[in-house]
């Protein structure tokens, strides 16, 4: 056979393994389900095709690069503190002895390394990767990370799934438009249950959401993205669910600006600016979009004369413009948003932001007119 990519499904509860083989193959395969795993029996996993060679899973790419200096940042102030559940043991653990069986995790995941029979790898097939999931939670497995487009029927089976999406905005940039989830706020927003929507400004808040949505029963979703940025919090800086945090404030200020991720940072530069011409702003950082600190929020509104600006990479609709001004409609605050408002294309990160209207400048300009 030539090389090439092969997918194993068993029902609902089945992992999915993608092998790489030359002239010949092996299926590894483990099941979730409450059946036994017989060899050959139609209760359980048929394990087939015998190998010549060995099996080798897909690495991903080192990304050390990457990750080395956010996590010289953290200085690993939460190292081991975080523990899935331990799941019903349903299903005795099968040992496949076809062959030499060697498995390599890809170098940039750090929990396969330390649990390997914890870890799954879906690769890209986002859709079916939900369905692992909800198999697996439906027996008590602990599922901290899911990425995908299509959830909703795992809230009607009030399915408790942790996502976290991070293709997410214009701030994907050189991607394009095909990778830049700009409705995935919406989406979220609109599943019944206790639905919790992270979106951590700097890499401290992304370890924070991590933490606190691994200890929440429902689903939760966690917008992060993709550009390097500078970090923001203190590593001891404490965040809950539905705390929002005062990034700058003063008792002058003329308007409350709100934003999250990568728009945080353009409304502190914009902030800046505008307090050398010396227009004083209020910046907030939800942290959680739903639920919001609506307290927080019409508190410091109504100290500028009830005068909001809500910055985001997010189409409107179901965006964080608009769970503001739901949120402060009944106190008669006025809401303005910036977002985004075409399809977008591909480019450089800042030079998105300012073609579709969210950058620093723009910032500036919907403050003062």
Sequence with gaps: ????????????????????????????????????????????????????????????????????PIKARLQGSQKGKLAAQKPTDDAPKVDLHVGSIKMAPPQYKKGDKKHPDQFFECFIAEQNLVGVAVGAQCRDRTIPFTSCDQIRNAAVSFANLKCAGSHVGVSTGEDGPSQMA????????????????????????????????????????????????????????????????????????????????????????????????????????????????????????????????????????????EAVAACVAKHGIRVKSLCINDVPRSGKPDELLDMFGISTRHIAEAVKY
């Design 1 to 68: 056979m030539g090389c090439g990519r092969l997918e194993i499904r068993v029902d609902s509860f089945a992992l999915i393994t993608h092998t790489r083989f030359s002239e010949s193959f092996t299926i590894f395969c483990r099941c979730f389900g409450s059946s036994s795993l017989l060899p050959f029996s139609l209760l359980g996993v048929l394990v087939a095709f015998l190998t010549l060679f060995s099996i080798v899973w897909f690495t991903g790419a080192d990304h050390s690069d990457e990750v080395n």
């Design 182 to 321: 700009l409705e995935d706020l919406a989406l979220f927003r609109t599943l019944p249950g206790s639905t919790v929507l992270f979106y951590p400004t700097d890499a401290v808040a992304a370890e924070r959401a991590t933490e606190l949505a691994a200890n929440i029963k429902g689903i939760v979703f966690i917008r992060t993205g993709r550009p390097a940025l500078p970090v923001l919090y203190d590593n001891n800086k404490p965040l809950a669910v539905g705390q929002a945090k005062v990034l700058k404030e003063s008792p002058n200020n003329k308007i409350l600006l709100i934003g999250a991720g990568v728009t945080i940072y353009e409304i502190m530069k914009a902030a800046d600016h505008l307090e050398k011409e010396g227009m004083h702003c209020c910046v907030i950082d939800p942290f959680t979009i739903k639920p919001l600190d609506e307290a927080t929020i019409v508190k410091h509104a109504q100290r500028t004369g009830g005068t909001v600006l809500t910055v985001e990479d997010h189409y409107p609709a179901g965006g964080i413009g």
